[in-house]
């Protein structure tokens, strides 16, 4: 595949990542750890780390607002729960490493 091809079509598939994302507010970033053990947040930080490798320089709150489709803290207000104990329990669990 032709590397520019290739990019444009990765370019896609992430627009259409933050498109399912944004239309599944329901799923909070603390659901998507603990299944995936990746979130909105973590989205907003590879952005400016991949911007950064670029030479480009963009601010988190700028990246989560890409992500997030509006400043982080509206998103909060109007859209994140409380976490409860089962997803704390599970993202505690999740976090915890294995003795070697």
Known sequence: MNPNKQ??????VFRRLLQHLDE???VQNIDLMNLAGFCRNCLSKWYVAAAE???EAIGYE?????VYGMP???WKDR???????AQKAAFEASQKTPDA
């Open 62 to 66: 700028d990246a989560r607002e890409i």
């Open 24 to 26: 599944r507010k329901d």
């Open 53 to 55: 490798e670029r030479g």
């Open 72 to 74: 982080y803290s509206e």
């Open 7 to 12: 990019t444009e079509i990765e370019a896609a």
């Open 79 to 85: 859209y994140q729960q409380e976490a409860t104990p």
